[in-house]
Protein backbone atom coordinates (compact mmCIF):
# COMPACT_ATOMS: atom_id res chain seq x y z
CA UNK A 1 0.00 0.00 0.00
CA UNK A 2 1.40 3.46 -1.19
CA UNK A 3 1.53 6.01 1.60
CA UNK A 4 2.64 9.62 1.00
CA UNK A 5 2.98 12.56 3.81
CA UNK A 6 3.62 15.58 3.43
CA UNK A 7 5.43 18.02 5.63
CA UNK A 8 6.50 21.61 5.55
CA UNK A 9 3.91 23.81 5.08
CA UNK A 10 3.26 26.79 7.48
CA UNK A 11 2.43 30.80 7.39
CA UNK A 12 4.87 33.01 5.77
CA UNK A 13 5.04 36.46 4.18
CA UNK A 14 4.67 37.44 0.50
CA UNK A 15 8.15 37.13 -0.87
CA UNK A 16 9.62 34.43 1.28
CA UNK A 17 10.27 30.56 0.80
CA UNK A 18 8.68 27.34 2.03
CA UNK A 19 9.99 23.50 1.25
CA UNK A 20 7.45 20.71 0.93
CA UNK A 21 8.38 17.51 1.59
CA UNK A 22 6.69 14.36 0.92
CA UNK A 23 7.87 10.96 2.20
CA UNK A 24 6.42 7.81 0.06
CA UNK A 25 6.73 4.71 1.07
CA UNK A 26 5.35 1.03 0.32
CA UNK A 27 6.08 0.38 -3.38
CA UNK A 28 9.06 0.84 -5.79
CA UNK A 29 8.78 3.96 -7.29
CA UNK A 30 10.75 3.92 -10.44
CA UNK A 31 7.91 3.86 -12.83
CA UNK A 32 5.79 6.43 -10.93
CA UNK A 33 5.06 10.30 -11.77
CA UNK A 34 5.25 12.13 -8.85
CA UNK A 35 2.88 15.26 -8.41
CA UNK A 36 1.86 18.21 -6.27
CA UNK A 37 -1.54 19.89 -6.72
CA UNK A 38 -3.13 22.16 -4.33
CA UNK A 39 -6.35 23.42 -3.79
CA UNK A 40 -7.54 26.88 -2.12
CA UNK A 41 -11.28 26.76 -0.55
CA UNK A 42 -14.28 27.01 -2.79
CA UNK A 43 -11.64 25.94 -5.96
CA UNK A 44 -10.81 22.96 -8.03
CA UNK A 45 -7.91 20.95 -6.96
CA UNK A 46 -5.35 22.56 -9.66
CA UNK A 47 -1.82 21.06 -10.76
CA UNK A 48 1.56 22.52 -9.45
CA UNK A 49 4.18 20.13 -10.46
CA UNK A 50 5.47 16.47 -11.53
CA UNK A 51 8.44 14.63 -11.48
CA UNK A 52 9.34 11.34 -13.30
CA UNK A 53 10.43 9.04 -10.53
CA UNK A 54 13.25 7.06 -12.52
CA UNK A 55 14.58 9.91 -14.68
CA UNK A 56 13.71 12.79 -13.29
CA UNK A 57 12.17 15.03 -15.78
CA UNK A 58 9.84 17.81 -14.29
CA UNK A 59 6.86 20.10 -15.16
CA UNK A 60 5.44 22.86 -14.01
CA UNK A 61 2.03 24.74 -13.79
CA UNK A 62 2.71 27.78 -15.49
CA UNK A 63 1.69 29.94 -12.47
CA UNK A 64 4.61 28.61 -10.68
CA UNK A 65 7.59 28.32 -13.29
CA UNK A 66 10.48 30.23 -12.49
CA UNK A 67 9.29 30.07 -8.48
CA UNK A 68 9.02 26.35 -7.51
CA UNK A 69 11.53 23.43 -7.91
CA UNK A 70 10.25 20.14 -7.55
CA UNK A 71 12.85 17.58 -6.62
CA UNK A 72 13.29 13.53 -5.93
CA UNK A 73 15.90 12.16 -3.27
CA UNK A 74 15.69 8.01 -4.78
CA UNK A 75 17.55 7.27 -1.74
CA UNK A 76 15.34 8.75 1.14
CA UNK A 77 12.49 8.46 -1.06
CA UNK A 78 10.84 12.07 -0.73
CA UNK A 79 9.44 14.32 -3.55
CA UNK A 80 10.45 18.02 -2.49
CA UNK A 81 8.70 21.12 -3.42
CA UNK A 82 10.78 24.34 -2.71
CA UNK A 83 9.04 27.60 -3.22
CA UNK A 84 10.10 30.79 -3.29
CA UNK A 85 8.51 34.44 -4.24
CA UNK A 86 5.36 33.27 -2.96
CA UNK A 87 2.35 35.42 -3.70
CA UNK A 88 -1.08 35.01 -1.16
CA UNK A 89 -2.94 33.63 -4.56
CA UNK A 90 -0.32 30.35 -3.69
CA UNK A 91 -2.70 29.53 -0.34
CA UNK A 92 -4.14 26.49 -0.54
CA UNK A 93 -3.43 23.05 0.81
CA UNK A 94 -0.66 21.69 -1.29
CA UNK A 95 -1.17 17.51 -2.00
CA UNK A 96 1.45 15.18 -2.96
CA UNK A 97 0.34 12.52 -5.39
CA UNK A 98 1.54 9.38 -7.12
CA UNK A 99 0.82 7.40 -10.14
CA UNK A 100 2.29 4.81 -12.23
CA UNK A 101 -0.18 5.49 -15.59
CA UNK A 102 1.86 8.55 -16.52
CA UNK A 103 -0.36 10.93 -15.88
CA UNK A 104 1.11 14.68 -15.32
CA UNK A 105 -0.84 17.63 -14.84
CA UNK A 106 -4.89 16.06 -14.16
CA UNK A 107 -5.49 15.55 -10.96
CA UNK A 108 -6.53 11.80 -12.14
CA UNK A 109 -3.63 10.03 -9.77
CA UNK A 110 -4.16 6.93 -7.64
CA UNK A 111 -2.11 7.95 -4.58
CA UNK A 112 -2.76 11.06 -2.45
CA UNK A 113 -1.65 12.60 0.76
CA UNK A 114 -3.27 14.02 3.56
CA UNK A 115 -2.14 17.89 2.43
CA UNK A 116 -0.59 20.36 4.39
CA UNK A 117 -1.74 24.01 4.28
CA UNK A 118 0.33 26.92 2.97
CA UNK A 119 -0.77 30.75 4.25
CA UNK A 120 0.91 33.69 2.43
CA UNK A 121 0.23 36.72 4.15
CA UNK A 122 0.34 40.03 1.60
Known amino acids: QVQLVESGGGLVQAGGSLRLSCAASGRTFSRFVMGWFRQAPGKEREFVAA????????YYADSVKGRFTISRDKAKNTVDLQMNSLKPEDTAVYYC???????????????WGQGTQVTVSS
Open 97 to 111: AANSRGVISTPLYDY
Open 51 to 58: ITWSIGTK
